[in-house]
């Protein structure tokens, strides 16, 4: 059975730091685009950063510069450093798996930043 376990998230005061895993398992990651969303009460679930299997990245404009999406095959991995975080970064953070025919979810993993 296809698992992400995402882990990482937690309360955390404005300009800090935090850093996501996602785990995969029963699934072969390095065909797969990796990529991290969030959804905060009341709105809809967004996007915050992809990578590719050869290890583009793209990102929202809201967290450009501040997080960084990484991949690491041989551990079926996918991480997101947060930097300089801010209250409007709460939200859970859902990791995806994706190619062209299937796509799985990650259940998600609560990030708070407040003071």
């Known amino acids: 059975q296809v698992q992400l376990v995402e882990s990482g998230g937690g309360l955390v005061q404005p300009g800090g730091s935090l850093r996501l895993s996602c785990a995969a398992s029963?699934?072969?990651?390095?065909?797969?685009?990796m990529g991290w969303y969030r959804q905060a009460p009341g709105k809809q679930r967004e996007l915050v950063a992809t990578?590719?299997?050869?290890?583009?990245?793209n990102s929202a404009d809201s967290v450009k510069g501040r997080f960084t999406i990484s991949r690491d095959n041989a551990k079926k991995t996918v991480y997101l450093q947060m930097n300089s975080l801010k209250p409007e970064d709460t939200a859970v953070y859902y990791c995806?798996?994706?190619?062209?025919?299937?796509?799985?979810w990650g259940q998600g993993t609560q990030v708070t930043v407040s003071s």
């Open positions: 029963e699934i072969n990651f390095r065909f797969y685009t």
């Open positions: 990578i590719t299997t050869g290890g583009m990245t």
């Open positions: 995806k798996a994706e190619t062209t025919i299937r796509t799985y």
